[in-house]
């Protein structure tokens, strides 16, 4: 271990010890015998762990303040109260001087700071522990903003991970309460979490998609990025000059349409969810602007959440199962999605369930209104970690909600989401997506065939040496579980009716057979030649 990272670890070890969080980590075999478990549980409860957690997160700097407002997004993981706290960590940091400024510029874009811009404002815009931005003029008149990364802060940043995995592997083999949130994979995400945020081309092309998104809504405007002054460390955008939400939320006169801002921000956040599956991550009031004419802006797209096809459909059919209040659907969808256990007691979680929705929809509501983040901790008392881009997706939706409905109180969120979400669902049984897979089958099948009379001519050989063994659940040992799968395959390729035909049959017929013909010789050789 070099003497920096021992001297970042001693700072870690005495901010632990100064707020109380040795005893909860279990740093030691030792500490673990003279602390008992209930002491723990007691420290683990303790009303001010939420603030002591903070303040010391702030104390430790950039690495921690980024961590702590992870875990302010997974109240299941934390708990909401956790949660709550960590929310209100500043991610802040002194600027770093012009000088500092124009040296990493003029080396990440390979050129002197007025040849690449006609001016270039000495003050910053706004400063954060990362990053910093400035508003500048292109050589070619363009009005920019212009973000740079402080020097060194990926080698921190690297430092504090180890640590921190370090740390999160003790106290998950130390601390029976501390191994049921899994430190080590919280660490794990967070890794790509951060590494995303501080590699600024991650960013350039998460406004490059989302703006791809968009170009047939009006609208809907993301700011434009000039690629010639971007890099890792330098992120070159349009400069947004716009209206905050809360003094668009506060005019009087008719210079803005709420209503129908509202009901556009509503549906560019479903459109990002449910037909995307491409999502801003943190869609607070602070990153987005009202442009003139009732644009929305949506600013920040460091942090995106993404939904494959099929998790963007089971998706859909959560929020459909979820609206209608159907327990038991619901249930059995997670269990589907392998969010839930099959082993969990469905009865009892049956009976929560129903007690959230009946506190929630006793009456005719309009919005979540928090029972997005009652359903979060009913499971964190399950024990259920929910993927990451679950928990994003719901605070998002969260956020975006709130701002709707501050601009208009009468919107009703369900009455949106179930048209979209009914919709995506509907994509299952769309004959064009069974077109699709049956392209990407045809290709599949197609290397199979390619494969097969290589495969066939290996198998007869192994065959012919005794080389060929089989491992399945069956003891094919026996002559009736022989009999038993051959009979299996000869049945179910029989009556297999989709696919590309060869020889006059469907390819997953043909391989049946071959298969089947495969064990029938094996059982020959064993049973009737021996």
């Not at 997004?73 to 109260?81: A, C, F, N």
């Not at 003790?170 to 919280?186: C, E, T, V, Y």
């Not at 644009?295 to 963007?312: A, I, N, P, S, T």
């Amino acid at each position: 271990m070099d003497s920096e990272t021992k001297q970042r670890l001693r700072e870690i070890r005495e901010a632990i010890k100064k707020y109380g969080f040795d005893e909860i980590l279990g740093q030691t075999a030792k500490n673990k015998i003279r602390k008992n478990e209930e002491e723990t549980s007691v420290l683990m409860l303790d009303d001010e762990i939420p603030v002591k957690l903070r303040l010391m997160l702030q104390d430790l700097g950039t690495t921690f303040i980024k961590l702590g407002q992870l875990l302010s997004t997974r109240p299941d993981v934390v708990g909401e109260r956790i949660a709550n706290e960590l929310a209100n960590l500043q991610d802040d940091n002194p600027a770093i001087t012009y000088e500092q400024v124009k040296t990493i510029v003029e080396r990440e874009l390979g050129g002197k700071m007025e040849d690449l811009f006609e001016d270039f404002t000495h003050e910053n815009l706004a400063t954060a522990s990362i990053g910093q931005v400035h508003e500048a003029k292109l050589i070619t008149g363009e009005r920019v903003a212009v973000k740079i990364q402080k020097e060194g802060i990926t080698d921190k940043i690297d430092l504090d991970l180890r640590i921190l995995k370090y740390i999160a592997n003790r106290a998950d083999k130390w601390n029976s309460n501390l191994k049921k949130i899994n430190l080590p994979g919280i660490m794990e995400e967070f890794d790509r979490s951060i590494h995303k945020e501080i590699d600024y081309n991650n960013e350039f092309m998460n406004m490059q998609r989302i703006e791809m998104n968009f170009v047939d809504n009006p609208y809907i405007h993301i700011p434009a990025t000039y690629d010639k002054y971007c890099t890792s460390k330098v992120l070159t955008m349009e400069f947004i000059e716009g209206t905050k939400l809360n003094d668009v939320y506060a005019s009087t006169g008719d210079e803005f349409d709420k209503k129908f801002l509202a009901k556009t921000v509503l549906d560019s956040y479903l459109q990002q969810l449910f037909i995307d599956g491409f999502f801003h991550g943190d869609p607070h009031p602070g990153n987005i602007l009202i442009l003139e004419g009732n644009v929305v802006c949506y600013l920040d797209e460091g942090m995106m959440g993404f939904f494959d096809e099929k998790f963007k459909h089971d998706l859909s059919e959560v929020m459909l199962l979820f609206v209608d209040q159907d327990v038991d659907g619901l249930i059995n969808q997670l269990m589907y999605m392998d969010i839930l256990d099959y082993d969990i007691d469905t009865s009892t979680l049956r009976r929560d369930l129903n007690d959230l929705f009946g506190r929630y929809f006793g009456v005719q509501l309009n919005r979540f209104d928090g029972v997005l983040e009652a359903l979060l901790s009913l499971m964190q008392e399950y024990g259920v970690i929910l993927p990451n881009e679950v928990v994003t997706m719901a605070r998002g939706l969260s956020m975006i909600e709130a701002i709707a409905h501050n601009l208009d109180p009468e919107i009703d969120v369900f009455a949106s989401i179930k048209p979209v979400a009914k919709r995506i669902a509907k994509q299952r049984v769309d004959p064009r997506r069974f077109l699709k897979s049956k392209k990407s089958n045809a290709i599949l099948y197609g290397h199979m065939l390619h494969s097969l009379p290589k495969l066939l001519t290996r198998a007869i050989h192994k065959i012919e040496n005794d080389e060929l063994q089989f491992h399945l659940e069956i003891d094919i040992t026996d002559k009736v579980s022989i009999i038993a799968l051959v009979s299996a395959l000869i049945i179910g390729s029989s009556v297999v009716s989709f696919g590309p035909i060869v020889f006059g049959m469907p390819v997953i017929s043909l391989i049946g057979y071959i298969i089947a013909i495969i064990l029938s010789i094996i059982g020959i050789r064993k049973f009737v030649l021996k």
